[in-house]
Structure formats: structure tokens, C-alpha cells
């Protein structure tokens, strides 16, 4: 998905781009399309494993969710912890069919996310997830 | 220090209706700029009387008077209306509070989730001997609940019952019996606000400008309107830093903690007062900090998280302590949590970690027993947090590039919305690891065993009397030491 908003958004700037620098030199546009189509690639690449980076398990007491190539983040939220859980989707993913699930618990940085789910996954999850805080359920 | 000892209100099923005297203590922040307004502009005439602009400053005078008029028509017209239309009482375990005239709403807290309970004072309503009780529920600001206004000594029943019956103790118990811990007195809390107050922030916001200056006249001669801008600037940080100081001296005056059985009570204020009572298990976190300017001192300030508190006051509502001798304020911190901070042993970083945090790592610190984790840091300011495992949320741990290729990670504990951030800061990767599974067991066990309410819990002694009279020489005193 993100491969697709970098490819519409990127081909036509590097296009702009050249073209403004054709006026000027044609070396130079050479050089811009070179670049461009480099910057691309490595968004491309640095995408693909990104998108490989993100994972979630579920434990017994507790959701691991796991993300980042550069910056790693390894998330444990026990399941008596979550005060509720979201199913979202925002344009671009409504686009592709995908949606988010999102955990939140009394801490505002509590940070866990599943993104890039199957809507029926996602429901399936967050009534598991919910069934599980329900059970385990422990006050502040 | 309750004045009035109050029959315990009768709440069950009854409703309860709001003091009549609730729009003047509604419109009272109006009052008060009205009458500032008509001291000011009466010394104002009296000083140009022979101006020619006579006329023209009497119509504004005029305009001013109108809307300053119908503000107070509007507040007390808001004051009688919630004055007229709210009902509040007790019902099968939940507060109720029913207000609005057009817009109905209905408000309930159960009492098992109260968070804290505050009696708040503002000028006005302390004149009128009214009172604001805030039940404080975790959540958005939204979620706590105001009843505003009632009798003070109605309020402190009121606040004494809802503790009781949240604590389970039941129903009509009396105002639960308090000794008082410690007195901040007026001097030391002025000298804590300010040495407080120095910092590289405040430094720069005040000096910067002024170098700028500095440098901008002597590069290139004299420049009015460098020089203009520069003193505006420095005139702005100096009002900004007044106000701050203004605000921290008004609502921390006077600041007293006591304990009794249903908590922690902190009462504070000068103008507004206000008394907060926070059960022992509903502080979420702590920090014990020594700003670089308490510590030739010896002195430290306390500041807790506590779910619900968030909003405009935060920065006060949170303070556990503004300052104390740090002996005092580990033994308070060490209350808490029910263990002693100071006897957590708490390790460095790998030596590795200085290519990622070159001075600083040696001050990092994380430990941890059965009960609570600490972490501590800072080189010039130091500080030390501590959380019970049972009180954790949510365990995270996150690696950049630079730490990844050192082999190095963080584990942060979630706490509750506040002043208090829980890091373990550039550990090496595979301790990390370990960190972060290690508490996520303890908190799930701490919470298994939390489900049947422990008993307080007995803290360290209180450090002897010295650690106290030697502030008491220093300006600060302990209203008397603790059994």
C-alpha cells in the first residue's frame, strides 16, 4: 500500500522535476531522473522491509506486537490491562481493503498497533482480544 | 484541621441539591475583575481629571462597564441555572450527578473506581465558606466529576463518606483521623520555586535575547530596532517567568501532606485552596528529583502520576512534595510503594553505552526487586522513578540505529498519563530483552495478587529527627516526626 502511495506520488514529481530541469540542461535531467528513480528504489526496498517488520503474537496473558527496520519496537500489553480496542481504517486503506487494530490501555503511551489486517481478521482479533480483557480484566 | 465535623450526609436514595449561594460563587472571578477595574479606572480619572480627553475615556469607561456587566448577568445566570437543575446522590454503589436545563446530562462514577478526591476552594467560594468536591475517575478531564457549589463542611463529610465507602469500609464512617507529615514553610517553598526555576531553559530564555543584542551592537554599532526587539523579548520571558512563579507560590502556599487511612491528604494554597486525597494504591508512579541547585541543599521534590489528573492544573495536582530533605522525601516515596527506594540496588549501562550517551550514561541506572522498579538518571539533576509492578500498564522497548548497532536498547514502562516517564535507558540488547519479559511476569503476578486488596503497606521508618531539624535551621520544618 505505502509501495503504491510512493509510486503515484514519486513518478510524477521526479517527471516535474525533469521536465522543469529539461528547460535548462539536459544533463541535468538525466542526472534528476537518475536520482530520482534511485530515491524510489531504496523507498521501495526500505518499504518492503518495513511491511516485513511488523508482526504481533498473541500470549497466553499478554499481546506482543512488534515493528520498525531502523527503529525497532517491541510492545507487551497484557490482556487485563486494555481499556479497549479499535478497529480502524483510513482512506488510502479503505483503498486496498485493509484495516488497523489498535490497542489502548490507561497510558497514553501505550503504542500498539496491528496494521494491514483483513477486515475479518481484524474483527476476529479484537473480539478475541476483548474476550481475553474481559477475563482477565484487573482495576488501575 | 476539619473544622466542622458534619453528621455523615444521608446520601442513599436522597437527592441533594446545590448551596443557594452557588451563582455568586460562580460569577466570583467577574466580581473580582470588575472591581479591580473600578479601582483602576477610578485612580485613573482621579490622576488625569484636567486631561482634554475626558469625554473619550468616559465612553470607554462605559463600554467597559457594559460588558464587564453582562458577563456577571451571564456567569450568575449560569450559577442559578446549575443552581436550579442539579441533583446529586448516591445509588447502588455509583455517585450521580444530574445537571442542565435544555441539555439534560446524567453523570455517574462508581465509587470502586475512584481515583482521588479533592475539596477545591477558589477565593470566592472560600469567602462564601462554599466548596468544590472533585471525584477524579481515570480518563480525560471530561470523565471527573465536579460538584460545584456546596457547604465546605458538607464537602468534607461528603469526601470522607465516598472514600469510605470506596475503600469498602462502608457506609458512615466519619472524616478518617490524619496526622500531618510535613509543613512546607513559606520560605523554603519561595526558595524551592526558584532555585527550581534556574535552569538552561530559563537561562536562555532570558539571556538570549539579551546576548543577541549584545552581539548585534557590537558587530555593527548601535541598532534601535535590534535593541527594541531584544528588550521586548526579554521583557516578555521576564513576565513569563513572573507569572510561573506567581502560579507556583499561590497554589503550592502553605503545602502540608498528612496521612490517614484513606490516604494520602495534601492541602494547599493561598488564595484558592484546595485538599487533595489520594488512596495509597491510586498513585500510579513516582519521581523523587533534585533540581542541580537543590543539591548543595540537600534537598528533593516529589511528584507523582495519577490516573485522572490531566488538564490545566496538572502541573500542581501532581506535586507530592515541592520540596523536603531528600532523606524525607525517600522515606515518603519508599510509603508509597511500600518499599525502600534507596535499598534497590540499581546497575549502569555497559561501558559501550558512552558512544551513544558520551557523559551521561554513567548516571543512568535500572533496578528492580519484588516489588517496584527504579530507574535513575541525570548528571546535574538527578531524579530516581519508581513504579510497582502492579501498577504498570504496558512494557515497550525500542532500539534506533546508532543503539542497534552498539547492541544497545531502552525499556520504557507505561504509566499513567503524568509528570513521571519510566525509561531504562541504553541497556545492552539481550539485558533489555530480558528486562521486558521479566516485568511483564511480575506485573501479571503483581495483578493476580492485587485482586484481593493487600493491607497498607508498612514502609521504612521515618529517617530520624535530624534529617528534619536540619531543614527547620534552613527555613523548611516538619510539623512534628511520624511513630
Request: glycine share 10%.
Amino acid at each position: 500500500m505505502r509501495r503504491a502511495v510512493l509510486l503515484v506520488l514519486g513518478i510524477p514529481f521526479v517527471g516535474a522535476a525533469a521536465a522543469l530541469l529539461y528547460n535548462w540542461s539536459a544533463v541535468a535531467c538525466d542526472v534528476a531522473i537518475g536520482v530520482g528513480f534511485l530515491a524510489l528504489l531504496s523507498g521501495w526496498v526500505i518499504i518492503g522491509r518495513n511491511w516485513h517488520s511488523w508482526g504481533y503474537a498473541e500470549r497466553a496473558d499478554d499481546l506482543l506486537v512488534t515493528h520498525g527496520a531502523m527503529f525497532k519496537k517491541l510492545v507487551v500489553v497484557p490482556y487485563g490491562r486494555m481499556q479497549l480496542v479499535d478497529v480502524e481504517a483510513g482512506p488510502v486503506e479503505r483503498l486496498f481493503g485493509v484495516v488497523k487494530v489498535k490497542l489502548h490501555t490507561a497510558a497514553a503511551t501505550t503504542d500498539a498497533r496491528v496494521l494491514g489486517l483483513v477486515p475479518e481478521d481484524a474483527v476476529a482479533l479484537r473480539d478475541r482480544l476483548r474476550a481475553l480483557g474481559e477475563a482477565r480484566a484487573a482495576g488501575l | 484541621m476539619s473544622s466542622v465535623a458534619e453528621q455523615p450526609p444521608d446520601l442513599e436514595g436522597v437527592t441533594h441539591r446545590l448551596h443557594p449561594l452557588t451563582p455568586v460563587a460562580y460569577a466570583g472571578r467577574v466580581i473580582g475583575l470588575v472591581l479591580a477595574f473600578v479601582i483602576l479606572g477610578h485612580l485613573d480619572t482621579s490622576n488625569s481629571s484636567g486631561q482634554a480627553s475626558g469625554t473619550s475615556a468616559g465612553q470607554a469607561t462605559l463600554v467597559t462597564v457594559s460588558i464587564l456587566g453582562a458577563l456577571t448577568v451571564i456567569t450568575l445566570l449560569r450559577g442559578t441555572v446549575a443552581l436550579m437543575t442539579t441533583q446529586y446522590g448516591l445509588e447502588a454503589g455509583e455517585f450521580r450527578i444530574d445537571s442542565g436545563l435544555l441539555q439534560r446530562q446524567s453523570k455517574r462514577v462508581r465509587l470502586d473506581r475512584l481515583q482521588s478526591v479533592d475539596v477545591i476552594q477558589p477565593l470566592t467560594a472560600r469567602v462564601l465558606g462554599l466548596a468544590e468536591l472533585r471525584l477524579s475517575t481515570a480518563g480525560t478531564e471530561r470523565a471527573s466529576l465536579r460538584v460545584r457549589y456546596i457547604a465546605y463542611g458538607h464537602a468534607q463529610a461528603l469526601r470522607a463518606e465516598l472514600l469510605g465507602r470506596s475503600a469498602g469500609i462502608g457506609p458512615g464512617v466519619a472524616e478518617a483521623p490524619e496526622h500531618p507529615l510535613i509543613t512546607i514553610q513559606p520560605g523554603s517553598l519561595l526558595a524551592a520555586v526558584l532555585l527550581e526555576l534556574v535552569s538552561w531553559r530559563v537561562l536562555l530564555l532570558l539571556a538570549g535575547p539579551a546576548l543577541a543584542v549584545a552581539a548585534a551592537n557590537a558587530s555593527s554599532g548601535p541598532h534601535p530596532a535590534a535593541t527594541g526587539v531584544g528588550i521586548g523579548l526579554f521583557v516578555y520571558g521576564l513576565f513569563i517567568v513572573a507569572h510561573f512563579i506567581w502560579r507556583r507560590v499561590t497554589t503550592l502556599w502553605d503545602f502540608t501532606v498528612a496521612e490517614s487511612p484513606d490516604g494520602l491528604r495534601i492541602r494547599r494554597g493561598l488564595l484558592a485552596t484546595s485538599a487533595q486525597t489520594v488512596p495509597f494504591d491510586r498513585i500510579q508512579a513516582l519521581y523523587l528529583h533534585q533540581p542541580m541547585l537543590f543539591r548543595p541543599f540537600g534537598w528533593a521534590l516529589v511528584r507523582m502520576n495519577v490516573a485522572g489528573y490531566v488538564g490545566r492544573e496538572v502541573s500542581e495536582q501532581t506535586v507530592l512534595l515541592p520540596v523536603a530533605p531528600r532523606a524525607f522525601a525517600e522515606w515518603l516515596v519508599s510509603r508509597v510503594v511500600g518499599v525502600d527506594v534507596a535499598q534497590v540496588a540499581v546497575t549502569r549501562p555497559p561501558r559501550r553505552a558512552r558512544f551513544r550517551a558520551p557523559l551521561w550514561w554513567r548516571a543512568e541506572g535500572t533496578g528492580s526487586d519484588e516489588g517496584i522498579f527504579v530507574t535513575r538518571h541525570g548528571v546535574f539533576s538527578r531524579s530516581i522513578e519508581a513504579v510497582p509492578h502492579q501498577r504498570t500498564q504496558s512494557v515497550h522497548m525500542t532500539a534506533g540505529p546508532w543503539s542497534r548497532a552498539l547492541g544497545l536498547a531502552s525499556v520504557h514502562l507505561d504509566s499513567t498519563r503524568g509528570p513521571v516517564k519510566i525509561r531504562a535507558r541504553f541497556r545492552d540488547a539481550h539485558e533489555a530483552r530480558r528486562i521486558l519479559d521479566l516485568q511483564a511476569e511480575r506485573a501479571r503476578q503483581a495483578r493476580r495478587r492485587a485482586s484481593a486488596p493487600a493491607p497498607l503497606p508498612n514502609g521504612a521508618p521515618l529517617p530520624d529527627g535530624t534529617a528534619l531539624s536540619t531543614v527547620a535551621d534552613g527555613g523548611a520544618g516538619g510539623t512534628g516526626p511520624t511513630p
